[in-house]
């Protein structure tokens, strides 16, 4: 069997013992990149994975890049790793869906293939680089922003990105970090899983336990819109005011706009510095262990200058 049939086989989801093929690329002298997405069911993941075949279209000449959707499931991502390095893919690209247990699979992928672990950490140092922005000092930015904006005092709902996964366990250490010696109360915390529904389900509850919530601060911008959603609907949007992570253009800056979010901070995919690395590696040029990114606070004041860095 070819290494273009082995790709198609891939790209088709299917599943099987495939021979493990005799060259390095595909018939026409492509490298082939493998992405392990953890899920799409996330506007930001559909970016990260847009982000990564726009800066592939730029090489195309060069690498193919061949996609699974591990559905929010960690045993089907460590299935689809497996079937990616029988396939004969020349690197790996993942984020990981949870860090225990995607570790032993991208150690053993490291191994055979170069990998690049991207947003989500494993545990570890098995891999070939890291690239992600980092979450604790965001999540701190976001609770020294939120106290001082509050003036010190109020009471805060936390909503809290799947905490077995690393960015949601630093996102709240950050926070709990950056409001540290505040008059600030976390009267209510609970994990959402980064979903929008079930955030909206959760802050339904706080608004029917506490009477007065001054600021709901989310790991993500589809819970803070989540939580305003809610909100309207019990008619308190009005009362408090929503702050999340990502900054989509299309999301969480376009929420700062209509003033649904009061601040959005920048979470970058990193998808365009993937592919940059990947060829880099692949090249056989020597590349940093960790790159980390940039960020960026978008608020009413500064939305439209593209926001400040942090």
Request: glycine share 10%.
């Given at each position: 069997?070819?290494k273009?049939?082995?790709?198609?086989?891939?790209?088709?989801?299917?599943?099987g013992?495939?021979?493990?093929?005799a060259?390095?690329?595909?018939?026409e002298?492509?490298y082939v990149?493998?992405?392990?997405?953890?899920?799409?069911?996330?506007?930001?993941?559909?970016?990260m994975?847009?982000?990564?075949?726009r800066?592939?279209?730029?090489y195309k000449?060069?690498?193919?890049?061949?996609?699974?959707?591990?559905?929010?499931?960690?045993l089907?991502?460590?299935?689809?790793?497996?079937?990616?390095?029988?396939?004969?893919?020349?690197?790996?690209?993942i984020?990981?869906?949870?860090a225990?247990?995607?570790?032993?699979?991208?150690?053993?992928a490291?191994?055979?293939?170069?990998?690049?672990v991207?947003d989500?950490r494993?545990?570890?140092d098995q891999y070939?680089?890291?690239?992600?922005?980092?979450?604790?000092?965001?999540?701190?930015?976001?609770?020294?922003w939120?106290?001082q904006?509050?003036g010190?005092?109020g009471?805060?709902?936390?909503?809290?990105?799947?905490?077995?996964?690393?960015?949601?366990?630093?996102?709240n250490?950050?926070?709990?970090e950056?409001?540290k010696g505040?008059?600030l109360?976390?009267?209510?915390?609970?994990?959402y899983?980064?979903?929008?529904e079930?955030?909206?389900?959760e802050?339904?509850?706080a608004l029917?336990?506490?009477?007065?919530?001054?600021?709901?601060?989310?790991?993500?911008?589809?819970?803070?819109?989540?939580?305003?959603?809610a909100a309207k609907a019990?008619?308190?949007?009005?009362?408090?005011?929503?702050?999340?992570?990502?900054?989509?253009?299309?999301?969480?800056v376009?929420?700062?706009k209509?003033?649904?979010?009061?601040?959005s901070?920048?979470?970058?995919t990193?998808?365009?510095?993937?592919i940059e690395?990947?060829?880099?590696i692949?090249g056989?040029d020597?590349?940093?262990?960790?790159?980390?990114?940039g960020?960026r606070?978008?608020?009413?004041k500064?939305?439209?200058?593209?926001?400040?860095?942090?």
């Amino acid at each position: 069997m070819s290494k273009y049939l082995l790709i198609a086989c891939v790209v088709a989801g299917l599943t099987g013992a495939l021979a493990k093929p005799a060259s390095a690329k595909d018939k026409e002298g492509r490298y082939v990149i493998a992405m392990s997405q953890c899920n799409l069911n996330e506007p930001w993941r559909i970016q990260m994975n847009a982000d990564i075949k726009r800066a592939a279209e730029k090489y195309k000449d060069k690498l193919v890049v061949v996609y699974k959707d591990a559905q929010a499931d960690s045993l089907r991502q460590r299935a689809q790793v497996e079937e990616f390095l029988i396939a004969g893919v020349d690197l790996l690209i993942i984020s990981p869906f949870e860090a225990v247990p995607l570790t032993e699979p991208v150690a053993k992928a490291f191994k055979k293939v170069p990998v690049i672990v991207l947003d989500r950490r494993v545990m570890g140092d098995q891999y070939t680089q890291f690239i992600g922005a980092d979450n604790k000092k965001i999540g701190k930015f976001a609770g020294q922003w939120i106290a001082q904006t509050l003036g010190g005092k109020g009471k805060v709902v936390e909503l809290k990105g799947m905490m077995t996964s690393v960015p949601a366990q630093d996102r709240n250490s950050g926070f709990r970090e950056g409001i540290k010696g505040s008059g600030l109360e976390v009267l209510f915390d609970v994990d959402y899983s980064w979903m929008e529904e079930n955030a909206r389900k959760e802050m339904e509850s706080a608004l029917s336990r506490f009477p007065k919530i001054d600021l709901v601060y989310a790991h993500n911008d589809p819970g803070a819109h989540g939580a305003y959603l809610a909100a309207k609907a019990a008619g308190r949007e009005k009362q408090m005011l929503f702050v999340g992570i990502d900054a989509l253009p299309q999301e969480g800056v376009a929420y700062v706009k209509q003033g649904i979010l009061a601040a959005s901070f920048q979470y970058p995919t990193g998808g365009d510095v993937a592919i940059e690395q990947a060829l880099k590696i692949l090249g056989g040029d020597k590349v940093p262990k960790e790159i980390t990114l940039g960020s960026r606070i978008f608020t009413s004041k500064n939305v439209d200058k593209g926001g400040d860095e942090l």
